[in-house]
């Protein structure tokens, strides 16, 4: 036992000695418990146990804090005796995380479809499309042109919120015609662009914020349905996050209008069957609706794979249009996204937390059981 401690205690020294404050190794433990790709190529974590290092979104099961030790660089790691994981392969997703970078940078400053051709793109990086695609999808999960059209609308979003006029945030960003926008950017925008660039002016939201076993939950509403229900740690930023998106709606905390839609959705997050249904205020493309529609058919305590979820609603090629169905999903739980996993049966990512993910379904599997 003593001598446990005293490897414990060593670790923390050798993390201390390498720069790693106490708040940094907690920031590190918190990324590595989300398994988030975008702290992959800032540390890595060497696990004792094993002897092995990884990259902080390794799909392998975690370990016990107190087996992990956090290394800024690779090199690190194996001076100290630890060898790369063969299964998320940190040393490989090194060179990839750099490639990406840069074609990151050329697809935000592209301003027509032109220039965000596949091979041209890879060409540019010196690289074969086989290389960049390898490169993308296990630094981000997408593909380089569905990361552009992330990237594009984002800063559609920014022109619009800074006053742009809508024809000159086309421009701007390089779409082509304003039936585009409208296609690609609806199921995003959850409204029209022209709604969204008032900033949700007229609308009425009220919100409420409860505790659960996963943390705070908030769910915003209209009078006509539930529209938005966030899970975090901080009431605070959970409100934030929901006046960032509508900063001109008439956001306030809800009276006892909805409370019954509050507990049961809570219930639901702690893993409990739907007791009543709930009526939904969201907007949608067609495609949209019925993936939601399709996952909440998802019986609670199982799961179903993103191609699955494509065959059921009739088309099996939409594989990725599915995933981004279920990432731009803002009724979260209502429809629940967190029963889809990728192929292989790992979890995909998750906009509230891997780890989160992880405990909804380990809580609707006992409960079904």
């Not at 979890?347 to 509230?352: K, V």
Request: net charge positive.
């Amino acid at each position: 036992m003593l001598r446990y401690f005293g490897d414990v205690m060593r670790h923390q020294s050798n993390e201390q000695a390498a720069g790693i404050t106490g708040s940094a190794a907690a920031r590190y433990w918190r990324a590595t418990l989300s398994r988030d790709h975008r702290a992959d190529g800032t540390f890595v974590l060497g696990v004792r146990t094993t002897n092995i290092y990884c990259r902080p979104s390794c799909p392998a099961r975690r370990p016990l804090r107190q087996n992990v030790i956090f290394f800024k660089t690779r090199e690190e790691a194996r001076q100290q005796g630890y060898r790369p994981c063969l299964r998320c392969k940190p040393d490989e997703v090194a060179g990839s995380i750099a490639l990406v970078a840069k074609a990151t940078r050329l697809l935000e400053s592209a301003s027509d479809d032109d220039v965000l051709r596949f091979g041209a793109l890879a060409k540019s990086l010196g690289t074969t499309t086989a290389t960049l695609r390898r490169a993308f999808m296990q630094v981000t999960g997408l593909r380089p042109r569905e990361l552009a059209e992330t990237l594009r609308l984002a800063k559609f979003k920014k022109l619009l919120r800074g006053g742009s006029k809508i024809t000159d945030a086309l421009y701007e960003t390089g779409y082509g015609s304003s039936s585009r926008v409208y296609e690609r950017s609806n199921a995003q925008l959850g409204m029209t662009p022209a709604t969204y660039q008032k900033g949700g002016k007229n609308m009425k939201i009220g919100y409420s914020i409860a505790k659960s076993k996963l943390g705070e939950v908030l769910v915003a509403a209209t009078e006509r349905g539930v529209s938005a229900v966030y899970l975090g740690d901080s009431e605070p930023k959970l409100v934030q996050e929901l006046r960032d998106e509508y900063p001109r709606a008439e956001i306030s905390a809800a009276d006892h209008s909805f409370e019954k839609w509050v507990s049961e959705i809570v219930q639901r997050v702690e893993g409990k069957p739907p007791r009543v249904e709930l009526p939904l205020d969201v907007q949608a493309t067609a495609f949209q609706r019925r993936v939601w529609q399709e996952l909440q058919r998802i019986p609670s305590g199982t799961t179903k794979t993103y191609s699955q979820v494509a065959q059921a609603i009739g088309d099996p090629k939409a594989v990725r249009a599915v995933a981004r169905a279920c990432a731009t999903n803002p009724v979260s739980i209502v429809v629940p996204c967190h029963r889809v996993v990728r192929q292989d049966g790992n979890l995909a990512g998750y906009r509230w937390g891997i780890s989160r993910k992880e405990r909804l379904l380990e809580q609707e599997r006992r409960a079904a059981s």
